[in-house]
Every structure is written in structure tokens, then in C-alpha cells.
């Protein structure tokens, strides 16, 4: 493989490997085992979903419905973070982590500073809830991560979520997340107010990396879970990537 050197650079300070989710597909999704399981794979910083409960309180899940990965049913915004707490949110994926909570925001932040790691915070609002989640996460960054350098990346699909993110607690750091590159990404990025942009893989080309570059944004990309995939990545000038298979590639790989 040709792993980079995983080490921030002067102008960039968060590491190249990223894991989605916590530990991809090997321990449930967003979860404290999850981060558990990334970091003793070596890596230093990861991606996961951030959205509201009914009464405001910022914690981890992607989807907006709670069927798949708890044993709670129905959207998820729907419901009080002192109901969402005793979910199980770790017997869909194996018997070996029945009863993992859901993970509070503040919680997650409390593990990564004690541990000096880092973290990717995707703003993923509930239908309708898109400009009060990017500012209710965005303040709760400031207010948990005081002090600490550098701060959570946030990032989201929903330009009205970075938005609000932006004028809550512009001193924390954005990238606009993208399926495709569509006309004018550039610009939109940097409308936004973002230092980053994230796309899909397949979208990447050495050309496109060069004209973020080049318009002063990284280029970090989701997600990469083939070998070849990230080597020409790596070598085309990709800045992030970010991967499920942490027990195939990371920042112990061999360079």
C-alpha cells in the first residue's frame, strides 16, 4: 500500500486516515465501542452523524429513523434524549455489544480529550430541523472543545446546516460534503465558508484535487474501503480519506 505519513501537516492539522463512523462495520455504528475499537487500531481521528433529540441535546446516529441500529423504532427526533438513552443500540450488530447506548455529543467529547483524538462531526438534522441543528451543534462545539486545538471538522450534505453553523460559531472549521461535483462546487464551498470539501470517491480526480488546491480547500473523500481505491487517491493529492476497513488500512499501514 502506499500509505502516506499520517502526520498533519503545518497548513492542515487533522491526520489523513479518518474512520466512518467510529469503527466502520466492526462494532456498531457511532458508539463509544466503536471509537474504542477504531483507536486501538491506530487511528487518531473519525467520522460520525450528529443530530437533535426533541428537547436539543446533540447525539450520534445517521439515519433518521431509529429501526435500523437500535431497538427503538420510529424518527429519532421525535423523542427525548432521556428515552433515546435506554435504547440498545448494539444488539443489531452482534451479541457481543448488547446494551451499547446511543452516544451523547458531550460524552463523545469528554473520551476524544481525554485520549487526544480528534473527530469529523457530520451535522445530519432530522427532516425540517436543518438550520437549528447546524447551530445548536455548532455552539455545542464551541462550548465543549473550548480551549482544545485544533477543533471538530464539521461537515454536512445540507448547505442550510453549514450555514447556520457558520454564523452560530464561525471560529469552528467546515467542509461541504458532496455526492457528486456538481457545477460551481467550488464556489458553494466557499460561499459556505468551508476549508474543505468531502466527496464521494469515484468523484475524484487528480484534476479536480488540483482546483480545490488551488482555491485553497482540502480535499478529503468517503467512503474508501479497497486497497487500490486509496493508493491512487493518495497519489493524485487527496488531503482526508475516510474508510470502514480499519483493520485493512489506516495509519499502521505499511508505506
Not at 7 to 14: H, V
Not at 143 to 151: D, E, I, N
Not at 152 to 179: D, H, I
Not at 224 to 240: F, K, M, Q, S, T
Request: aromatic share 6%; with cysteine; glycine share 8%.
Amino acid at each position: 500500500m502506499n500509505s502516506p505519513n499520517d502526520a498533519p501537516s503545518a497548513t492542515w492539522p487533522y491526520p489523513r486516515w479518518i474512520a466512518h463512523r467510529g469503527a466502520g462495520k466492526l462494532a456498531p455504528e457511532n458508539t463509544l465501542a466503536a471509537f474504542r475499537l477504531g483507536a486501538s487500531h491506530g487511528f487518531r481521528m473519525f467520522e460520525c452523524d450528529v443530530k437533535l433529540s426533541a428537547d436539543g441535546e446533540p447525539f450520534l446516529l445517521h439515519d433518521a429513523d431509529l429501526d435500523r441500529t437500535t431497538s427503538g423504532h420510529g424518527p429519532a427526533g421525535d423523542q427525548p434524549w432521556d428515552e433515546l438513552s435506554r435504547l440498545d443500540a448494539g444488539s443489531w450488530h452482534s451479541a457481543a455489544y448488547a446494551g451499547e447506548p446511543l452516544l451523547r455529543l458531550q460524552a463523545l467529547a469528554r473520551w476524544l480529550q481525554a485520549n487526544g483524538l480528534l473527530v469529523n462531526l457530520e451535522i445530519k438534522p432530522s427532516p425540517g430541523l436543518d438550520e437549528v441543528t447546524g447551530r445548536v451543534v455548532a455552539q455545542a462545539v464551541r462550548r465543549l472543545w473550548t480551549g482544545q486545538t485544533p477543533m471538530p471538522l464539521l461537515s454536512s450534505f445540507n448547505p442550510s446546516a453549514l450555514r447556520s453553523a457558520r454564523e452560530a460559531a464561525p471560529e469552528v472549521p467546515r467542509a461541504l460534503l458532496l455526492e457528486t461535483l456538481r457545477t460551481g462546487w467550488v464556489d458553494e464551498a466557499l460561499s459556505l465558508g468551508s476549508v474543505a470539501v468531502v466527496a464521494h470517491h469515484a468523484q475524484w480526480t487528480a484534476e479536480g484535487i488540483a482546483l480545490a488546491h488551488q482555491a485553497g480547500l482540502k480535499a478529503l473523500t468517503y467512503t474508501v474501503n479497497e486497497v487500490a481505491c486509496a493508493d491512487e487517491l493518495w497519489a493524485a493529492g487527496l488531503d482526508g480519506l475516510i474508510t470502514d476497513r480499519v483493520d485493512l488500512m489506516g495509519p499502521r499501514s505499511p508505506a
